[in-house]
């Protein structure tokens, strides 16, 4: 697939307006892509592109009380940096598909979406637009997660180098001040995206 434009990239972004979510993405400035993305968190930089973003909470009362929210950042120190990373989980370009339909789900769960909400009629349209959004990323793109799967955190079964996140989330490891969230992480050579979704019930 070819590289989207303006346009296109608006369109596929569409798949998380019923979503509390945040789809940001900023330029690649550091070799530690960590500060790059605490960066993305307190809104300090602007898509390079000037393309859309999705930002649930801009203008709302918690984000005039904390420039952050929803977002606990990264810490700024080396050691910090390295354990707040540590915490992701690498997954292969091959699921990131997937793992971004999960992330537009209303359950944040493919189970119960294809229990209760027609995942199977939406599932082609729902893909076409993830795949519009991952050819934003050139090959090379290191793609992580927080979001637990078979084979994360210990978790017996699946397959742990290429996750299905179809399957059941099995946990995750909050990065906001909710205790749901889940997301994803892509660093190229030049950008950083984060793509993040929310249970704040």
Excluded: K
Aim: hydrophobic residues 35%; contains cysteine; negative net charge.
């Amino acid at each position: 697939m070819s590289t989207p434009d303006a346009e296109t990239w608006a369109e596929a972004l569409t798949m998380f307006e019923w979503r509390y979510s945040y789809i940001l993405v900023g330029a690649r400035t550091h070799q530690d892509w960590v500060r790059d993305v605490a960066a993305i968190m307190r809104r300090g930089t602007a898509d390079p592109r000037s393309w859309e973003w999705i930002d649930s909470d801009e203008g709302g009362e918690e984000r005039l009380e904390d420039p952050n929210f929803p977002f606990v950042l990264p810490p700024s120190d080396p050691e910090g940096a390295a354990a707040w990373r540590a915490a992701l989980w690498e997954v292969p370009r091959t699921s990131v598909e997937r793992l971004l339909v999960m992330l537009a789900t209303t359950w944040l769960d493919v189970p119960s979406e294809r229990a209760r909400n027609h995942f199977d009629t939406r599932r082609p349209e729902l893909e076409r637009r993830a795949r519009v959004i991952l050819s934003r990323f050139p090959e090379g793109t290191s793609f992580y997660t927080n979001s637990g799967y078979p084979g994360s955190h210990g978790v017996r079964g699946g397959d742990p180098d290429a996750p299905d996140f179809y399957e059941a989330t099995t946990g995750c490891t909050p990065f906001s001040q909710y205790d749901w969230d889940l997301g994803l992480i892509a660093v190229s050579e030049a950008e950083v995206g984060i793509f993040w979704s929310f249970d704040a019930t």
